[in-house]
C-alpha cells in the first residue's frame, strides 16, 4: 500500500469515527473519553484524534475527571501530533 493510500484511508477512519461519536449519547461519550486515556499518557489533543470528541468537550470532562480524582496530569512536554508543548494525562 504506498504513503497516499495509507494517509487516504487514515483519514477516511478518522471521519468514520468522527461520525460514530456524534452518535453518541452523552454518558457515552463521557465513558469513551475516560477509557481512551488508559494505558500510555495522552494529551487531550491525542484523544480528540481517537476518538472523533471535539477537545473542548474533552477538556470539560478532564475537569471532571480531576474533581473526582480519577484522572492526573503527570508532566507537560512536546505534543507527538503537534510539537508544541502539551499536558500529558493518565488514569490514576
Known amino acids: 500500500m504506498d504513503a497516499l493510500s495509507k494517509h487516504s484511508l487514515e483519514a477516511f477512519r478518522s471521519k468514520q469515527r468522527a461520525k460514530d461519536t ?3 449519547p452523552y454518558e457515552t461519550k463521557k465513558q469513551f473519553v475516560f477509557q481512551s486515556f488508559t494505558g500510555i499518557e ?3 489533543l491525542e484523544v480528540e484524534k ?3 470528541v471535539k477537545r ?3 477538556c470539560g470532562y ?3 475527571f480531576r474533581k473526582k ?3 492526573t ?4 512536554a512536546p505534543c507527538k ?3 508544541n508543548k502539551a499536558k500529558f494525562f493518565k488514569i490514576v
Open 73 to 76: 496530569d503527570l508532566y507537560k
Open 62 to 64: 478532564v475537569g471532571q
Open 50 to 52: 481517537l476518538t472523533g
Open 69 to 71: 480524582g480519577l484522572i
Open 42 to 44: 495522552k494529551t487531550m
Open 81 to 83: 501530533i503537534t510539537g
Open 56 to 58: 473542548t468537550t474533552i
Open 22 to 24: 456524534k452518535k453518541r
